[in-house]
């Protein structure tokens, strides 16, 4: 499922950053099935699932005039530079934070086709302490509302509860849950008139947005100046890591209104590019155009001394999110993400061939072993 | 908010096993006021939020055809009672974990009418080998599963993060969101038609659910033998403790299949009975049966040397769940609860008066400023 450790014992891998995908695997493998077998509870309520979405970054119902989605995602520990941030700056960086763990929920739950409806927020924190640090809650508060706003979804509301012996004293788990509505049902986006000849948009992310942390943390153990490090335009390391997270439905919702239905998407997080592999399909898929490479990510391929298959294999290397579209669309979806501020690029193809990603202008090639999802 | 500290020091109040909400109630008026402010982004997609839900137990949108209800909800400390009993008997108890996470969300989501669709897994583990003991892995898969079929809601899939450095080590914070409909619109329940002359109909609970953990666990301090400490039925205390939590959807679907619509829906979780006072109507809530008291709360009444007042306003003492129903139909609201298993009393009705909670047979009454959750 991840890329093998590299031969050069300078190199920091995923794996090595503390992430066993061995350990978890089993459970989702069962959970995996368990959950399958739970759909024919909806024939009582005379709906059904869409059993396509299985797999797929968020489920969906058919319940009659529309489809229903729904998600919950964690932001995983990108708080923990946040953290670590405040003590060496002073700041709180949680208005940024609350951004990321929203868009981890309607990043993902857009990619069928869903208008994000609702977000409901899970905070949890190590102890009530935590609530106690006024500056840093409103700020989690600010993000959250205006995350919020630019999706155009209502906060329904949520959880903050203090749960001390379980979550580490002075820490946050944060994550989200997002429903919304695919409507009309024209617009879902399950992959199945994804074939030879589509175009591949990739839309520009603004950073590492909310993985690959792990790695990005351990990497600081191996900087003298650790978070303060200066990048190449002077801006920290640490603050570099921070950008939050694009959120792409505003993108998704404008595509809409100009009639574009995209024939599949696939929003990039773990496993960087190898994402764009999501799809079950037995199809090639070509990148003639590599979007420019934000600096921290870069930073973090030469400091790891990651090779491009490992760095584009496990970081978003500048491309968030990734639509696949008619190739006559192709330069109208890009116009469009434009005008609501994504830079975007008509990145590739879709072409018939052994299910693979070739990065041309890097000469990285992806197999389908190398992404194991389901 | 909450109830005064005893005089007695002697006696353990919930403020003393360590919940300080004096410390989370600013951040949380903050974030609902936030959380208001963006329902105007709704009519941006046509639809608009059902704006007495805020405040209520589930957040609810009307999108034309029905009602849409959704909900995120933590499981709480419970789990590390089941960790510690691990230990101390060499069973895994998370089953039953998995269904008390379930609980917490569709018991809170069914107040409102609607009927749960879909459940999403939150299990954020303190690190990859949390998931490397397999039996407690499937017994999780295996309860959550169950409780998925009971309720007869699909699965949908969730998140199963590793996060090293925010969760303890060893520990899991639990989550479930949930997704429903109240369809058709009729059988919306926010209180609206709540009033004098209605009858109160408590469902009963199968002992502590997942409220007042903390207190239950501050008291193994004081017992010699800890959880093992042998109950009357000869059960021990950690066992009955870990008694999963009642899921309530069965029978609010059976009421709607025998064409019973409540009044109102509360579910009685944190704050006891208090709960009882949740609606913002002033009505006076005179209760004339309470029903028995699970064997481990009349021991936690007694070893935290609570009196009445504090008990009933602290814990469920055997009431998990109260519908307010039109007299006339309390006695078949009582019927169709036993006929799902769950045992019912029609055990009080709503008059004009001021905003309290009398219970007669225990000479205990609460105000309505001992309940502020708006």
């Not at 090639?284 to 760095?311: C, G, N, S």
């Amino acid at each position: 499922m991840n890329s093998k450790p590299s031969a050069d014992p300078a190199t920091l891998s995923y794996e090595q950053a503390g992430v066993n995908y061995d350990l978890i695997d089993p459970l989702k493998v069962a959970a995996q099935r368990a959950a399958a077998a739970t759909a024919a509870n909806l024939a009582g309520h005379g709906f059904t699932e869409v059993p396509a979405s299985r797999g797929e970054s968020a489920y969906v119902l058919d319940v009659g005039p529309f489809y229903l989605a729904s998600i919950v995602e964690c932001l995983g520990s990108k708080a923990l530079v946040a953290d670590e941030m405040s003590r060496l700056t002073g700041r709180s960086w949680y208005e940024g934070i609350a951004q990321d763990t929203i868009a981890m929920a309607i990043n993902d739950l857009i990619t069928v086709g869903a208008t994000p409806l609702v977000v409901q927020a899970y905070w949890a924190a190590g102890g009530s302490d935590w609530f106690g640090d006024a500056a840093r809650a409103q700020a989690l508060v600010a993000g959250w509302k205006r995350a919020c706003d630019v999706c155009g979804v209502a906060w329904g509301g949520g959880e903050t509860p203090a749960l001390t012996g379980i979550v580490e004293a002075g820490r946050i788990d944060l994550a989200a849950s997002c429903t919304g509505l695919v409507n009309p049902k024209s617009r879902l986006t399950l992959g199945d008139k994804l074939g030879a000849g589509d175009a591949i948009v990739l839309l520009a992310s603004s950073g590492i947005h909310a993985n690959g942390l792990s790695l990005a943390r351990k990497l600081v153990e191996r900087l003298p100046q650790g978070y303060l490090t200066p990048l190449p335009s002077g801006r920290s390391y640490g603050e570099a890591l921070l950008d939050p997270t694009t959120l792409y439905a505003p993108v998704t919702e404008a595509l809409h209104r100009a009639g574009i239905t995209p024939h599949y998407s696939a929003n990039i997080t773990g496993h960087g590019w190898r994402k764009l592999l999501r799809h079950p399909s037995t199809l090639t898929y070509r990148i003639h155009t590599a979007p420019p490479v934000p600096e921290v990510l870069a930073f973090i391929q030469r400091e790891a001394r990651q090779d491009d298959h490992e760095a584009y294999g496990t970081l978003n290397m500048g491309a968030g999110f990734a639509l696949f579209v008619p190739a006559a669309e192709a330069q109208r979806t890009v116009e469009v993400a434009r005008a609501q501020g994504v830079p975007a690029w008509v990145a590739g193809s879709v072409e018939a061939g052994p299910k693979r990603v070739v990065i041309e202008p890097l000469g990285v090639e992806f197999g389908g072993e190398e992404l194991q999802l389901r």
